[in-house]
């Protein structure tokens, strides 16, 4: 069966520190990929997704990137956090057809200070 | 651009009470529909899936219905328990997208 695991859970960095939330799948080949942030009381937001390895599309203009360095891994990074970049970020796959349901990990709750 | 609406944001019935739940969207062309359960702090959990050619689909106590024509979906939770208690959230994919557009979600509470 396939497992999505994400880490850390929690963190809290201060201001102007980098970051970096590794997600990574298992048992499965070439899945999408995607980071997802949810601020609180607020709905899901598309951060980046990915079909494939280097191929990375995003979604909206920010501090933040990502990165496919292997198939089933999916990194988000940042070099400089902001305040606003607090949030609970998620990760998330599918497999590679539009038909397929989307399955999260757990979240990490990132706190910038 | 796809817009996702769920009302109420919130809702409250007390146990064994049927939960209607609802998703509208405006862009009728979706591939599938995608009901999730959100427990405080956690990830998404995958309910129901719907495919665009399908009407509803069911697992366990739970009922999912999709009307394209109109832009609704509802989720049914038949005989609602307390551990019932989470954020439900609709999410649908637009034809020949990978991407989904979610809707905020409406938090339930069961009361004992």
């Known amino acids: 069966s396939q497992t999505i695991h994400q880490w850390p859970a929690t963190l809290v960095q201060p201001v102007g520190s980098p970051l970096s939330l590794e997600c990574t799948v298992e048992?499965?080949?070439?899945?999408?990929l995607y980071w997802y942030r949810q601020a609180a009381g607020r709905g899901l937001q598309l951060l980046f997704y990915?079909?494939?390895?280097?191929?990375i599309s995003s979604e909206v203009p920010q501090n933040l990137s990502a990165s496919r360095p292997q198939d089933r891994q999916f990194i988000l990074s940042s070099k400089k956090l902001l305040l606003s970049d607090s949030g609970f970020y998620l990760c998330?796959?599918?497999?590679?057809?539009?038909?397929?349901?989307?399955?999260f990990g757990n979240g990490t709750r990132l706190t910038v200070t | 651009k796809q817009e996702v609406t769920q009302i109420p944001a919130a809702l409250s019935v007390p146990e064994g009470e049927n939960l209607v739940l609802n998703c509208s969207f405006t862009?009728?062309?979706?591939?599938?529909l995608q009901w999730f359960r959100q427990d405080p702090g956690k990830g998404l959990t995958s309910l129901l899936l719907i495919q665009s050619s399908q009407r509803e689909q069911t697992s366990g106590r739970l009922n999912a219905s999709l009307d394209k024509s109109s832009g609704r979906s509802t989720l049914y939770i038949a005989a609602s328990q307390p551990g019932d208690s989470a954020t439900y959230l609709c999410?649908?994919?637009?034809?020949?997208?990978?991407?989904?557009?979610f809707g905020a979600g409406t938090t339930v509470t069961v009361r004992a």
């Open positions: 990915s079909v494939g390895i280097g191929q």
């Open positions: 998330a796959w599918s497999a590679g057809t539009t038909t397929s349901p989307l399955h």
């Open positions: 999410a649908v994919r637009l034809s020949n997208d990978y991407k989904l557009s």
């Open positions: 862009d009728s062309a979706i591939y599938n």
């Open positions: 048992g499965t080949s070439n899945p999408n």
